[in-house]
């Protein structure tokens, strides 16, 4: 088996079985990463399209400062916030152009994502805590979910946001009072 | 247990509901996907302008430029004549003086001929 730092150089010279190996190893994190910031199956599919593309066009700019996986994390993130945002113009745009009754017939998204990954007896809750996530600010919904979905430590989050521990202790800790609070706000409403 | 205490309770267990979750699996098609994108994208420049020229407002913003150009042209050429009409003799007689062929055109002028 080739190890990492020769794959990577391999990919810097273009070779095609090493872009084949890069993407079957690290395709299901990258995917689930995007998946859990976007909340959508399909997009999540283009996004991680993007996101290899976009490392084999930049794979040279790669110094191996970090770890590899660090880097992927980084361009996984950053594409997916990218196009939450890019969403949210378009649903601003959409809604001026309701204002002007000039179009905009997009209609509000259905909430309950269903993560594949969420066992049945937990199906209804995550689907509530999804939804209270997709409220959260970008950092911290970015935070949350490279710490619960992928499993990594404040340390690792920390590389792949470039900044501190305690700032990610912070923004874990702001995204959880967050959550409770909207979750309060929800079954309040639908508990009673 | 009070209504307060059993909504803490739904919200521990919610905030708790990802604790076990698995990893979201990529389709398995994915490679070959990325590879047939970029092979579209690599087929160049013309395929892009043409899907950006086919875009219907693009397509329809074009037609109307053309439009407007040839109802300018229309315009200006009308409203150059006195009164809007243009003297056919006009545009002749620039060219005559530009080339100095005046003196020849007159030579032409059989019925004023004189005998010299």
Request: aromatic share 10%; charged share 25%.
């Amino acid at each position: 088996m080739i190890n990492e730092t020769e794959l990577i150089d391999r990919l810097k010279q273009g070779d095609e079985t090493a872009f084949k190996t890069i993407v079957e190893q690290w395709k299901d994190m990258v995917y689930n990463t995007i998946l859990g910031i976007v909340q959508n199956d399909t997009e999540a599919e283009d996004l991680a399209q993007d996101v290899f593309i976009k490392v084999f066009e930049k794979v040279g700019t790669f110094k191996g400062d970090s770890k590899f996986s660090t880097w992927l994390y980084r361009i996984a993130t950053t594409t997916a916030l990218d196009h939450l945002r890019s969403k949210k113009r378009k649903k601003r745009f959409g809604f001026l152009q309701s204002l002007t009754g000039s179009g905009g017939d997009e209609k509000e998204q259905i909430p309950d994502f269903h993560h594949p990954g969420v066992n049945l007896d937990n199906k209804e809750r995550a689907a509530v805590l999804f939804k209270a996530i997709d409220a959260l600010p970008e950092s911290q919904k970015a935070a949350y979910t490279l710490h619960k979905l992928e499993g990594l430590s404040y340390r690792d989050v920390s590389e792949v946001l470039n900044t501190t521990v305690s700032a990610v202790e912070s923004l874990m800790s702001r995204a959880n009072q967050n959550l409770r609070k909207q979750l309060e706000e929800y079954y309040n409403k639908h508990y009673r | 247990m009070t209504p307060q205490e059993k909504i803490q309770q739904e919200i521990e267990r919610t905030l708790q509901s990802l604790d076990s979750i698995k990893r979201a699996e990529a389709n398995p098609f994915l490679f070959t996907r990325i590879k047939a994108r970029m092979n579209r994208k690599a087929n160049g420049w013309e395929e892009g302008i043409f899907s950006f020229v086919s875009k219907p407002v693009i397509a329809i913003g074009i037609l109307l430029l053309v439009m407007a150009v040839n109802g300018w042209a229309l315009w200006d050429g009308s409203g150059s004549g006195e009164n809007g009409i243009t003297d056919p003799t006009s545009s002749f007689s620039e060219l005559a003086n530009e080339y100095n062929i005046v003196a020849s055109v007159n030579n032409y002028d059989y019925e004023n001929m004189t005998n010299e």
